[in-house]
Structure formats: C-alpha cells, structure tokens
C-alpha cells in the first residue's frame, strides 16, 4: 500500500533552515503530483507547496513564496522542502501529500504522518 | 486567492444523527471540492472528491452535493467513529485552499 514516511522535523532557530525529506513507496512515485501542507498547533490545515510528477510545475502558498523550496528525487522516490528564514509562525506539523494526478491539480489521497517542525530560539 | 468558508465551525451531535457542514467559496469553483476528515494527532484523510464522488474505502453514509460556489457535505447516521474535524478544499485555482475546518463532537 502507499506509504509517505516524513523526517527532517524538529527545532531550529528563528532565521535558520532546515530540509524536510519525504520517502514515497507502494505506487509510482515517479508519476504523480507531489505536495506538502501544514498544520499549526491546534490550527486548521494550510497548503505550502506543490510539483507535478516530472518537475515542471511548481507553486508556492504566499506565506512561503521565496523562502521554501521544493523538489523531488524521482531515483530516490524523495519529496524535499528546504524552508530557510524561517520564522516562529512557520512552527508547524509539516505533512506530504500524494495527489492523484501528476499534475498541479490539487486531490490528496494518501498523506504522512507529519514531522513537526518547531521555530523557537 | 479562492476563500473557502464553512459552518458552522463546530457542532455536537449524537450517534445515529444526520450531519450537514456546508462549504462556500468566493466564487465558482466548478465542483472542483474536497472533503477530508481529521482525527486528533493523524493526517486528514480524503472522503470525497469532484464535490460528490466517494473515495473507494468510504463508507456510504458520507455524501457529497453541491455546484459553483455552495457545497456540503452529509453523515446520513453519525457513527461513533465520526467524531473528526472536517475540512473541503477547492483546486479550481492555484493556490489550493481549505475551509477553517468543522469539529464534530458528542452532544
């Protein structure tokens, strides 16, 4: 079955960065969409960023337009985030997502379990 | 951006119930809409798509109706399993957004 294993979370300093990595198996992770959403302690879920299976479309939430970076490793079946300045309203359960189409459209049927990630000095 | 609203953002209820969240967006989405459900400490988990289409595995009590900018969805007989937050989520636009969420707790 679909498993989506997150690791990279824990705390890190105001203005620091930190990459999340996202390890997909049971299906063809080459082949579909790629996404991570967010969600603040006892808040409601947040999309932050997607790409389609082959790399070519990329979007950003406005919260972290210019600051996050996604990318994927089809060879490794790997989803990444490299969040740099970050700051403490970025604290947050951080989840990937499968989505069921290779491209930008958005329908996430398997998701991790999360990896917090926690901006604090 | 597309604002999603629902409501109400929370409701209490009792086993066997019929359950109704409604979600409205800021404009026509073309049933382009979600529906996931949450349990405390674990990741959402989709319940429907394209406004009423149920995802394989869903039980049957869960529909989804609804077109442009108004859509809901309903628990024909709540279970005890139901207590969740709820949440839709448009993908017409980019970016993709979701609703507040509804909490659904035992009256």
């Known amino acids: 079955q679909v498993q989506l294993v997150e690791s990279g979370g824990g705390v890190v300093q105001p203005g620091k960065s930190v990459r999340l990595s996202c390890a997909g198996s049971g299906f063809l992770f080459p082949s579909y969409g790629m996404h991570w959403v967010r969600q603040a302690p006892g808040k409601g879920l947040e999309w932050v960023a997607l790409?389609?299976?082959?790399?070519?479309?990329?979007y950003y939430g406005d919260s972290v337009k210019g600051r996050f970076t996604i990318s994927r490793d089809n060879y490794k079946n790997t989803l990444y985030l490299q969040m740099s300045g970050l700051r403490t309203e970025d604290t947050a359960v951080y989840y990937c997502?499968?989505?069921?189409?290779?491209?930008?459209?958005?329908?996430?049927?398997?998701w991790g379990q999360g990896t917090l990630v926690i901006v604090s000095s | 951006d597309v604002q999603m609203t629902q409501s109400p953002s929370s409701l209490s209820a009792s086993v066997g119930d019929r359950v109704t969240i409604t979600c409205q967006a800021s404009q026509n989405i073309y049933n382009y809409l979600n529906w996931y459900q949450q349990k405390p400490g674990k990741a959402p988990k989709l319940l429907i798509y394209d406004a009423s289409h149920l995802e394989p595995g869903v039980p049957s009590r869960f529909s989804g109706s609804g077109s442009a900018t108004e859509y809901s969805l309903t628990i024909s007989s709540l279970q005890p399993e139901d207590f969740a937050t709820y949440y839709c989520?448009?993908?017409?636009?980019?970016?993709?957004?979701f609703g507040q969420g509804t909490k659904v707790d035992v009256k």
């Open positions: 989520q448009q993908y017409d636009v980019l970016p993709p957004s």
């Open positions: 997502a499968k989505s069921v189409f290779g491209n930008h459209k958005t329908v996430l049927d398997s």
């Open positions: 790409m389609s299976y082959d790399g070519t479309k990329i």
